[in-house]
């Protein structure tokens, strides 16, 4: 059975802490229903990517809780929770529930209310995401993780300081033009290097920020928007997913993303499509070396020249293929369980032409999310009119 | 497409304090392995039901990490929350991902630790089932939760405190002979109402206690099976899933259920029948109070007569409808995320032929997993061969 987009929309990804979690999620599923004439009453279910509001907000169950919230109290819900790829998770089970015939339409949405708790608390949060044994209690949290990745990377493949930070400019740059974005300000590349240190060779810009944000789409059956006469022309092509072991330690390879490798191959050959008919992607890049790291495990690029996208302007919104025209996780924001959930949105935009970034003719989207340091990885194909 | 179970397996519950949610649920997963040919490497992915392990052992991602585990690393992984009902929920998601053709083969899973933390803690982390603002700021908590319901109850339907007791000393008796149970201890009507008073009127043996362990089911399509030769005969003939109001001052009535009666009617009609053909049932009875309204929810009496389930002996082992014949949360114990698991693993075995308490006959069971008091419920009905 065929998936289309009915509506998807996001709140302004920042600081919101005089906010809560259902006031976020309330925020962008209202804009979303907005959009279309489908109404909470029509939801068969309601399923939530988030991270840590059982650690932020003393809050579990945002699934039925959530639901509620939105006016849809007899959905079926549930919380999906895959650490940073819960939004894409999340996104992934929706469709999953539509094409088994037990749902004709899904509300998909993420929130995370981050900026409320200190930073400690956050990075701890965080923390939870890697593996707490062989990880968190040595000492190892998400900087000094995709730092080693980094360093790695810059010493197999020569790459440069500079050639990374090219990615944070990019991002920071398409962010400018996205009222949706966290950040709305341009970067050189002096600047991001010359930031301050996080975990040596990465500097603050480049990673994401701490951001609190809700996202939503609602995915419905073919039929259901045929029988209801939606105006829809997002499609959903393919869907990928795969693991890899949570500790880094663990994997095969530090300069390689083998989930995301093999998520992408099934999406590709659900879809029935190559890496060359994408025209625009959004990708996981909470640091630029894990935007690098995405375009090689897509196929976009060789094992070290993904680096080469921003250096040589190729992901840039006038390159050949533009990648994360939104601003990405480091110019738009990372509130982590919604990030899958707002990429779907993002590219939605882009499908139906009107992004603030707009890619001219736009018809197949890629999205690509990033659990941990690589351990889950989804990956969504849509296709426009 | 025909969903099947090719094996399923708990660890014994109760207190493991000793072990990591990684062994406890590598246990189970063991045994589950050892009684089909299916392997690890033939599994497309692994769902996990959890609810605390953030707050107990600082470990999320449990997905990834727990297929790693046993060795399916390169599986889809997520994990599905949805408070109590987080087994419940896991083990639906795992039969749509089947129905939608995107697994053949999936390993649904739980686990949970909670005796390695204090009982304070404990009894803050199990609070986040509830709605955070409206319930826990206030001072409510689950005894508090399931007592209103109780007294409500009694006072509706003109229910004793002895009659209420029977549940606990039913499934008190059920536990006996269930090695897997964490209680094999008989209880009397005077044990149950003279224990310590927990909320008025629930004392300590109308609550089911905390618990550790972990329970898996295999579940693949038919074509699988036949395929793989498998030696499986039980297979869901329908599920169904309905969410509520989380805070119980939002519920239209606190004697109902009414998310279960949605979860119930829409399971009964996926498979075909009604309660009148149901052989064998495990229902959330996390407090005596819970099993009586599960009856009456799931059909099988009117509302104000479930009660009389336990009293006159309708639902004891030689009833006309055995329910918790595994011993249920009050004998057999609580792991919260993993209960609804918990509950598929006994009535396979009911269906199989090889309970320890076997209920002759048996050729068709239902399962009823709550989340919170009632915003999460999901029915499950098995068929044998």
Chains 1, 2 share one sequence.
């Not at 890697?130 to 990880?135: F, G, H, K, L």
């Not at 099934?266 to 029935?272: K, N």
Request: some cysteine; hydrophobic content about 40%.
């Amino acid at each position: 059975m065929a998936v289309t987009i009915a509506s998807a929309a996001s709140t302004k990804y920042g600081t919101h802490s005089e906010s809560s979690s259902r006031e976020l999620f309330g925020e962008a599923a209202l804009k979303a229903f907005n959009d279309t004439s489908i109404g909470p009453n029509d939801l068969d279910a309601v399923y939530v990517g988030n991270f840590m509001g059982d650690l932020i907000e003393d809050q579990g169950h945002m699934g039925a809780l959530l639901a509620d919230h939105i006016g849809a109290r007899e959905a079926a819900s549930v919380r999906i929770e895959s650490a940073c790829a819960s939004g894409g998770a999340t996104i992934r089970q929706a469709i999953l529930a539509i094409e088994s015939g037990a749902a004709d339409a899904v509300l998909a949405g993420g929130v995370e209310l981050m900026s409320v708790a200190d930073i400690e608390h956050v990075t701890d949060a965080l923390a939870n995401a890697a593996d707490d044994i062989y990880e968190n209690e040595q000492g190892l949290t998400f900087p000094g993780i995709y730092a080693l990745m980094a360093r790695r990377y810059m010493h197999e493949f020569d790459a440069t300081r500079e050639e990374m930070a090219a990615v944070s400019v990019k991002n920071h740059a398409n962010a400018v033009d996205n009222p949706l974005a966290q950040f709305q300000k341009k970067l050189s590349v002096e600047e991001v290097v010359e930031s301050k240190p996080i975990a040596t060779p990465l500097t603050l810009y480049d990673a994401c920020p701490v951001s609190d944000g809700a996202s939503v789409a609602i995915v419905v059956s073919d039929e259901f928007a045929a029988k209801q006469s939606l105006d829809t022309s997002v499609t959903v092509l393919g869907t990928g997913q795969s693991s890899d072991a949570v500790a880094l330690q663990d994997r095969s390879a530090i300069t390689q993303t083998p989930a995301a490798e093999r998520a992408a191959e099934a999406a590709y050959e659900d879809a029935g499509i190559t890496p060359d008919d994408i025209d625009v992607a959004e990708v996981h890049d909470c640091f630029t070396i894990a935007e690098i790291l995405a375009l090689e495990a897509l196929g976009f690029y060789e094992p070290g020249e993904g680096v080469r996208g921003a250096v040589k302007g190729e992901t840039a919104l006038d390159g050949s293929l533009p990648v994360n025209t939104s601003g990405g996780l480091l110019g738009k924001g990372h509130p982590v369980g919604v990030t899958g959930v707002g990429q779907i949105v993002e590219l939605t935009k882009q499908l139906e032409g009107r992004h603030p970034n707009q890619v001219a003719d736009a018809e197949v989207a890629l999205a690509h999310n990033v659990g941990g340091s690589g351990a889950s990885t989804t990956v969504t194909i849509l296709g426009g009119a």
